[in-house]
Structure formats: structure tokens, C-alpha cells
């Protein structure tokens, strides 16, 4: 078993759409990272939180440290948010352990 | 544009070769990052410098070693190339070595035939 699973996968869904991506971990660590790739590859991190709840535009990260899990939210989706979205867990020395990824399409 | 650079965009090499890959980070980042992503293994933390320092070290293979310069840029060597080692490596930087946002530079797609 991965030390971070991602779900969905894969996750389609039409312009407009409230979106939610999971991420549980089975680790100790002291912060949860979230990431979008783009199609081209580049890599943007959106989110590094250790508690509660961050929020950026349309975007929202929450965490559950004692669940040990973690979600991120897209409000109003857009085609253009279609990416791959990772997950990945601080366990400590910022030796970052990685989901396999949710790949998000956003038809028009 | 994160601010970080990577050189090479694309290497394409043979088996048995030898590579090197830059990275400079952003200006005033302190610590330096270094991933491999493949299509099988996903992406992985290889190793981590902090001004010029040895942090934490990942998965990374004896074959392959990397160092922080003075001026903080940072060199990836890998050795004795496998076609294995074909993958998209990726440098980040942050301010200080720990509990910080790392900025991803955009890639060194790396091809081994």
C-alpha cells in the first residue's frame, strides 16, 4: 500500500462543476503539499498546509491532521484547470513522499 | 514563470553515458531539490541541498550524485545511464531547508536509447 493515495484517479467532469480531490496518507508528517501539473509538464505548487484551511481564488485546501486526510476543492470549474493534481506529504527534512496523481478534465 | 531554471529542456543520450543536469534557483533560495518523475514510479524525491550542504537524501541511485555550488546553483550527474533512467527531472528551490513552498522549475525531459 502507498504511504499517499490519491482519489479519484481519473475524474471528468463539466464546466462549472463543484470538484473535490482526496488524499489520505498513512505517514506522520508535518506538512501536505498540493501541486498541479500541466499537460506540458510544468509543475506549480498551490498549496502547503499543516492544519485547518487555506483558500486561493476558486481553490480551497483543507487538512484533518488526526484523519490524516486532506482535500482540495475547485469552486467553479474551468476547462483551463484541467491538470493533474498531486498530493504529496512532508514527513519530516522536507523529504516530500508523492500520490500518483488525479488527472482532472473540465469539459466546455 | 517560478523563477527557477533548468538546463537542458531535453537530453537525448545513450546507454552507458553520462549527463549533467543545472538547476538555478530562485534568487535569495537557500535550498535546492532535486525530483525524478517516470511513468512507472511517478514522481520521486531524489535528494536536497541547503547552501551548498547535503540535507536529505531520497531515492537516488549511487550512480547518480549532485552538488550545490557556491552560487547556489545546483548540478545533477548521473552515470552509467540505463534506459530506465529515461524520465523528466525536475529541480525546485525554497527560501530555507525546511517547511517552506518549493517553486518547480520546468523539467529536463531526459531520453536514454
Known amino acids: 500500500k502507498n504511504e499517499v493515495e490519491q482519489s479519484p484517479q481519473n475524474l471528468t467532469a463539466q464546466e462549472g462543476e463543484f470538484i473535490t480531490i482526496n488524499c489520505s496518507y498513512s505517514v506522520g508528517i508535518s506538512a501536505l503539499h498540493w501541486l498541479q501539473q500541466h499537460p506540458g509538464g510544468g509543475i506549480v505548487s498551490l498549496f502547503m498546509?499543516?492544519?485547518g484551511k487555506k483558500k486561493h481564488g476558486r481553490l480551497i485546501a483543507t487538512i484533518n491532521i488526526q484523519e490524516k486526510h486532506s482535500s482540495l476543492h475547485i469552486t467553479a470549474s474551468h476547462p483551463r484547470d484541467s491538470a493533474v493534481y498531486i498530493c504529496a506529504v512532508d514527513q519530516g527534512a522536507q523529504k516530500l513522499v508523492f500520490g500518483q496523481g488525479t488527472r482532472l478534465t473540465i469539459n466546455p | 514563470d517560478s523563477g527557477v531554471t533548468q538546463t537542458p529542456k531535453h537530453l537525448i543520450t545513450a546507454t552507458g553515458q553520462r549527463v549533467t543536469l543545472r538547476c538555478s534557483p530562485r534568487s535569495g533560495d537557500l535550498s535546492v531539490y532535486w525530483y525524478q518523475q517516470s511513468l512507472d514510479q511517478g514522481l520521486q524525491f531524489l535528494i536536497q541541498y541547503y547552501n551548498g550542504e547535503e540535507r536529505a537524501k531520497g531515492n537516488i541511485l549511487e550512480r547518480f550524485s549532485a552538488q550545490q555550488f557556491p552560487d547556489l546553483h545546483s548540478e545533477l550527474n548521473l552515470s552509467s545511464l540505463e534506459l530506465g533512467d529515461s524520465a523528466l527531472y525536475f529541480c525546485?528551490?525554497?527560501?530555507?531547508?525546511?517547511?517552506?513552498?518549493?517553486?518547480f522549475g520546468p523539467g529536463t525531459r531526459l531520453t536514454v536509447l
Open positions: 498546509l499543516s492544519s
Open positions: 525546485a528551490s525554497s527560501v530555507s531547508g525546511t517547511h517552506n513552498e518549493q517553486f
